[in-house]
């Protein structure tokens, strides 16, 4: 059984940082991608970043530049450095792991930028 828990979401003000974390446990394929994604109130999930376990990255444009997606391997472990935080990037914040042709999700971490 693939547990993820999140965890550092909360309320900072535009312009502020966040850095969320994702712990992984359970039977996880050597080869796998870990994940965050994001939804907002009334709209769809979407993709925010992803790193593989080579720590290859990839990021949506709205928040290149802003946003360093990172991981530890040896704890399986996926980080999200969040800075220069928009009021747009509010939302709950879901962990995810693609491991053994399945996806895994995180409860989800709220993170609330006012503005």
């Known amino acids: 059984q693939v547990q993820l828990v999140e965890s550092g979401g909360g309320l900072v003000q535009a312009g502020g940082s966040l850095r969320l974390s994702c712990a992984a446990s359970?039977?996880?394929?050597?080869?796998?991608?870990m994940g965050w994604y994001r939804q907002a109130p009334g709209k769809q999930r979407e993709f925010v970043a992803q790193i593989g376990s080579d720590v290859t990255t990839k990021y949506a444009d709205s928040v290149k530049g802003r946003f360093i997606i990172s991981r530890d391997n040896a704890k399986d472990t996926v980080f999200l450095q969040m800075n220069s935080l928009k009021p747009e990037d509010t939302a709950v914040y879901y962990c995810s792991l693609d491991s053994f042709g399945r996806r895994y999700w995180g409860q989800g971490t709220q993170v609330i930028v006012s503005s």
């Open positions: 359970g039977i996880i394929a050597s080869t796998n991608v």
